[in-house]
């Protein structure tokens, strides 16, 4: 016979993190309008990053096996890169006017292919060489600014999800994964997978909104 299993109450713990997380939210929203001194968002998050910390009841944290290790590993990574790209952004910066990028879909798939192997490439990139936002703003006030803007962003973000240090959730998530014993594609294989199912995404993409 087959067994029965007691019915047991579906309930959520450590619903004040709930809380934490839309102060985070609410810091990332509220810097873009308000235009806080440099520091003042982080400052908010990490605040938000403790008080979850400190007053969910360890338990939890036990109980969903957590630990600082994936964190800490995506950080080395990322300060690794961070630290070896500045070399290359000078190279883009130097010769940009060589790519001969014109239309909109040549910088969709630029940006995009560059932000496949770092988090927010396009946004590091316009603030190491020196391009502020103010200066990118010129652009809204013509329709063929605007498609760029577009495209630049689409780019960015839907191609973060190309690779594992795409965005940074990317790798954190392969971390956690794989500390819980669930095998994870190597760095080559997970590329094999996300171009056979991204890349037809992307080439509609490129013919609906920037061909």
Known sequence: ??????????????????LYLIGVMTAAV???????????????????????????????????HFH?????????????IFVTMV???????D???HFNLHAPWQYFWLSGILSSFLLTFTAMASGLVGTSAENLGG????????????????GAVFMGANSYIG???NFMVKSIAERHGVEMPSFGGYLLYSTAVL??????????FFG
């Not at 070399?87 to 910066?93: K, N, R, W």
């Open 87 to 93: 070399p290359a952004l000078e190279i883009l910066h």
């Open 199 to 208: 890349l037809p995404i992307f080439v509609v993409v490129t013919l609906v």
């Open 167 to 169: 965005n940074g959730p």
């Open 139 to 154: 652009l809204l006030h013509s329709d063929l600014g605007v498609s760029l803007l577009r495209a630049v962003s689409a």
């Open 68 to 80: 600082f290790h994936p964190i800490a590993e995506v950080a080395a990574l990322f300060a690794g």
């Open 30 to 64: 509220l810097s873009g309008y308000f235009q806080w001194a440099r520091g003042i968002q982080e400052a908010l998050m990490i605040a938000m990053a403790l008080l979850s910390w400190f007053t969910t009841p360890r338990s939890i944290h036990e109980a969903n």
């Open 1 to 18: 016979a087959e067994e029965v299993q007691p019915r047991r109450r579906l309930h959520v713990q450590g619903k004040r993190s709930f």
């Open 95 to 97: 010769r940009a006017s």
